[in-house]
């Protein structure tokens, strides 16, 4: 693994940034948009998800990155877990929420491999 020395250059934040554009281009559209409440928690947990892996970059042990690499891909479920109402309340197409969905489990995907990697190694302890 090559070394990392911004937290832009993580994988899982790249695709976390996604994640966080997509949701907030899809919740100022239709009728989510009008759901404030649904559109405020949907945002604030994908931008959680984005922020942890940033904030956890920082620390100064891999026991503490780790924490917050767990918190960001707990947010990521979160939203996981948001867009299975937007369709039931008719708020998004099937196609977008799909679409969704693959980024989320590719985010969360990348973020558990760093947890098992930084898991593996006593660099900084």
Known sequence: MSKINR???????QA???????????????????????????KRAALSCMSNLAD????????????????????????????YVLPDMNYLMEEKINELHQLIDETR???LALIKYLRSKKIRT
Not at 7 to 13: I, N, P, Q, T, Y
Not at 57 to 71: T, W
Request: aromatic residues 12%.
């Open 7 to 13: 937290f832009e250059d993580l994988r899982c934040w």
């Open 16 to 42: 976390s940034r996604k994640l966080v554009s997509m949701i907030y281009g899809m919740a100022e559209s239709g009728k989510l948009m009008k759901d404030y409440d649904t559109k405020s928690q949907i």
């Open 56 to 83: 956890g970059f920082g620390k100064f042990s891999n026991k503490e990155f780790i924490r917050y690499l767990d918190i960001a891909q707990r947010s990521a479920l979160e939203v996981k877990s948001i867009l």
């Open 109 to 111: 995907g990348l973020t």
